[in-house]
Structures are given as C-alpha cells and as structure tokens.
C-alpha cells in the first residue's frame, strides 16, 4: 500500500492510497486520521481507531 499527499496549489489537500501490486487506486480522499505512522527504528506501521491499536509489520 502507498499512500501520497497532492496539492493543487490552492489550498485542496487530498491523501490517495495506491495498491502497489495491481496500481489500483483504493482510495481517493483519506481522512488524516487513517493514513498509518511508521516507526523508523522498527519500520512497523500502526494505526490507532476507535475500533484499537493495529500494527503492520515491515515487508
């Protein structure tokens, strides 16, 4: 999964996430929140929701 950040110079942020394997664009518009952090030292991904805590390990 990518997930990117476009801005159309005017003040409209979008945050697309992108499937890598098949280029198919999942989402076009991400609400900050559920874009996953990813911890340098570890390289784990997490994510924390209403829902819980969710990690991602490296690939």
């Known amino acids: 999964m990518l997930y990117g ?3 159309d ?3 409209t942020h979008k945050t697309p996430a992108v499937d890598t394997q098949t280029r198919k664009v999942l989402a076009k ?3 900050e929140g559920s874009i ?3 911890d340098a ?3 784990y991904g ?3 929701t ?3 805590f969710f990690a991602f390990a490296p690939a």
């Open 9 to 11: 110079g005017v003040g």
């Open 36 to 38: 996953p952090a990813v």
């Open 29 to 31: 518009d991400l609400p």
């Open 5 to 7: 950040e476009t801005f």
């Open 41 to 43: 030292a570890s390289g």
């Open 46 to 48: 997490y994510l924390a």
């Open 50 to 52: 209403e829902d819980g």
